[in-house]
């Protein structure tokens, strides 16, 4: 079969796309032949050893797919051969075949495309969680999306709208912000151009948002954090832009906020059942056109290198689809 393969850290171009043995399933494991799986951020980051995990070379970027499954093992009960699935494995997707666990899959509903389904896995799955799991956000109140056109930007707009919520989008250019828009965002926030935390507190008549959903850091963090509301959630979902703010905490006791880490892949461990769950709704939600995934582009196996260099470059709205 084919593969991407990370065989030394370094640079986007060091990945071969070469032809291995495929992976046999024991008797615990399934075979999913991949039809469509999707890179994130993190992938610039695991395939140059500087994610939070480092899984030794060789190894496929992407963490996330879709597929049929092929071959099941003798003790597999949940799933049979030509069953539609949806997966999160961490990293190793970005191949034909992949092999893993019945924990690991979701059953795909036949109106779902594959494409579609191969990017929900992380960056909804966060927002998801986020959402509900950590700042329990309610009808009415106010989200403030920072990088509001990315991967989880465009998600955490989306479900913040089919939540309730009032969504305020910020991000660093103006034609990231008409994507947002698009998406339903109901204010615009351009802080390449305006001072966040002000802009923040004009927007909301001086009380700040109640959610603040965070995945850049750096810098804006603790602008974003002066402009959180009263008992307000402030959700650190990453840091894109590289820096790793350190917040003052004065900040947190001053406004009885809460500082959230949203650890969505721990998540997932920990609450198998909570995970699919909400797998199951973000699925029906897609299936009944209450979110509509934007994928900013589709390429094959060799052009996962171009890829990486476009989500690096913060050129990517959406998602980025891999078809091997």
């Known amino acids: 079969m084919r593969a991407c393969l990370c065989t030394e ?12 043995a495929a992976p046999v399933p024991s008797d615990t494991e399934i075979a999913v032949r991949v039809e469509a799986c999707a890179l994130n951020f993190f992938d610039t980051l695991i395939t140059r050893g500087k994610y939070q995990f480092r899984p030794d070379p060789p190894f496929s970027p992407s963490a996330e797919f879709a597929g049929i499954v092929e071959q099941t093992g003798a003790h597999v009960s949940t799933f049979k051969p030509g069953d539609r699935v949806m997966g999160y494995v961490g990293w190793g997707a970005a191949r034909e075949l992949v092999v893993t666990t019945e924990d690991k899959l979701v059953r795909l509903p036949d109106g779902v495309p594959f494409d579609i389904a191969a990017g929900l896995t992380v960056t909804y799955g966060t927002t998801l969680h986020a959402y509900c799991d ?13 990088g509001a056109s990315g991967g989880v930007g465009q998600a955490a707009v989306e479900i913040a709208k089919l939540m309730g919520a009032r969504v305020i989008a910020c991000a660093s250019s103006l034609d990231k912000l008409t994507f947002a828009k698009k998406l339903g965002a109901d204010e615009l926030l351009d802080y390449s151009a305006n001072p966040l935390k002000e802009t923040l507190k004009e927007l909301t008549g001086g009380k700040g948002a109640d959610v603040v959903y965070d995945p850049v850091g750096g810098d804006l963090s603790e602008q974003a ?4 509301a009263w008992e307000g959630r402030y959700l650190v979902i990453g840091f894109a832009s590289g ?20 650890f969505w892949g721990d998540a997932v461990s920990r609450n198998p059942d909570g995970h699919k769950a909400n797998m199951a709704r973000l699925l029906d939600w897609v299936a009944h056109g209450r979110i509509k995934p934007h994928i900013h582009a589709t390429y094959g196996l060799e052009d996962i290198p171009k890829a990486l260099h476009e989500l690096n470059a913060r050129k990517v709205f959406g998602k980025i689809i891999i078809e091997p």
């Open 225 to 228: 954090l002066r402009a959180t």
């Open 134 to 146: 950590r700042a329990r956000l309610k009808a009415g109140e106010t989200v403030a999306v920072l």
């Open 9 to 20: 850290l370094g640079d986007p171009e060091k990945l071969q796309v070469l032809d291995i």
């Open 243 to 262: 820096g790793i703010p350190k917040i003052p905490l004065n900040v947190v006791m001053l406004k009885g906020c809460d500082v959230q880490g949203v």
